[in-house]
């Protein structure tokens, strides 16, 4: 095919495709994980009507972060043990621990019996107990071989292009909240904004990937604030989203760090 042959109208179609997909798909995979797994499941923050946390914390689960009461109870036990002996995922053992060596020994880190006594509101959802309600590997299997057939779904209805994009959006996704886990926890990046006893850092480029996880430190002084960031620079996709939500009446019982919290403490 000549240069001549080659039509730039199709070329941009495909690029401006390509970067609907990707943010889109960065959208539902992102707050999948920050809105669904962490602030509505992990902390409530808020309350969504059971349609609509099933519809966002789906896009948790196709970012390939597993059972939702694992997930839930990991983090749980991590706000319980903030970098001491007992946090999961704490820097103190190894950076490469933190950011995914973790996720092979929480087996040895939090019994099946504790992990149900820290979820036991999720515990009464037949569904997710389906995804798994313990550390055993099938529940990993089965994320996998469900996120394999929704991308064989995907490209079958929309192509290579909607795939591609998907595909980058989640790696992307997938690793943000290990880069919370772990750059989040290093004393040499970032600032705190409050004072906390444990090691927690705002780090704004973590939370940009993030979609406002990053802004750690915030969130480690007020746990079950839907909102992370509180100085008005901290960039917060997830609290925006909430925020709509809320306007939209979809969104209740949302709550919001007291005014004290938005002044730098020293």
């Given at each position: 095919?000549?240069?001549?042959?080659?039509?730039?109208?199709?070329?941009?179609?495909?690029?401006?495709?390509?970067?609907?997909?990707?943010?889109?798909?960065?959208?539902?995979?992102?707050?999948?994980?920050?809105?669904?797994?962490?602030?509505?499941?992990?902390?409530?923050?808020?309350?969504?009507?059971?349609?609509?946390?099933?519809?966002?914390?789906?896009?948790?689960?196709?970012?390939?972060?597993?059972?939702?009461?694992?997930?839930?109870?990991?983090?749980?036990?991590?706000?319980?043990?903030?970098?001491?002996?007992?946090d999961p995922h704490s820097p103190n053992e190894g950076f490469t621990h933190a950011l995914y060596g973790?996720?092979?020994?929480?087996?040895?880190?939090?019994?099946?019996?504790?992990?149900?006594?820290?979820?036991?509101?999720?515990?009464?959802?037949?569904?997710?107990?389906?995804?798994?309600?313990?550390?055993?590997?099938?529940?990993?299997?089965?994320?996998?071989?469900?996120?394999?057939?929704?991308?064989?779904?995907?490209?079958?209805?929309?192509?290579?292009?909607?795939?591609?994009?998907?595909?980058?959006?989640?790696?992307?996704?997938?690793?943000?909240?290990?880069?919370?886990?772990?750059?989040?926890?290093?004393?040499?990046?970032?600032?705190?904004?409050?004072?906390?006893?444990?090691?927690?850092?705002?780090?704004?480029?973590?939370?940009?990937?993030?979609?406002?996880?990053?802004?750690?430190?915030?969130?480690?002084?007020?746990?079950?604030?839907?909102r992370h960031g509180f100085a008005w620079w901290e960039v917060d996709i997830t609290w925006y989203t909430?925020?709509?939500?809320?306007?939209?009446?979809?969104?209740?019982?949302?709550?919001?760090?007291?005014?004290?919290?938005?002044?730098?403490?020293?």
């Amino acid at each position: 095919m000549s240069i001549a042959a080659i039509n730039p109208v199709s070329i941009t179609w495909t690029i401006s495709s390509f970067v609907a997909w990707f943010l889109g798909s960065y959208l539902y995979h992102g707050l999948g994980v920050t809105l669904g797994y962490h602030r509505l499941l992990t902390h409530k923050a808020l309350t969504v009507p059971r349609w609509l946390m099933y519809l966002i914390v789906s896009g948790g689960y196709l970012t390939l972060m597993g059972s939702p009461i694992v997930w839930v109870g990991v983090h749980r036990l991590h706000h319980q043990k903030t970098d001491v002996p007992g946090d999961p995922h704490s820097p103190n053992e190894g950076f490469t621990h933190a950011l995914y060596g973790w996720m092979f020994q929480m087996d040895k880190i939090q019994s099946t019996e504790e992990l149900h006594t820290q979820v036991k509101d999720l515990m009464a959802d037949p569904l997710m107990r389906m995804l798994g309600d313990s550390h055993a590997p099938w529940q990993a299997l089965l994320c996998l071989i469900i996120n394999i057939v929704a991308r064989v779904v995907l490209f079958l209805l929309f192509g290579w292009t909607a795939l591609i994009a998907d595909l980058l959006a989640t790696l992307i996704v997938f690793w943000s909240p290990q880069l919370v886990n772990s750059v989040c926890h290093l004393p040499n990046f970032g600032y705190k904004l409050q004072a906390t006893k444990d090691n927690s850092r705002n780090v704004w480029w973590v939370a940009l990937l993030s979609l406002g996880e990053g802004w750690h430190n915030n969130h480690h002084a007020m746990p079950t604030s839907a909102r992370h960031g509180f100085a008005w620079w901290e960039v917060d996709i997830t609290w925006y989203t909430i925020w709509i939500l809320e306007k939209l009446g979809l969104s209740k019982k949302v709550i919001r760090p007291p005014e004290k919290n938005y002044q730098i403490q020293s």
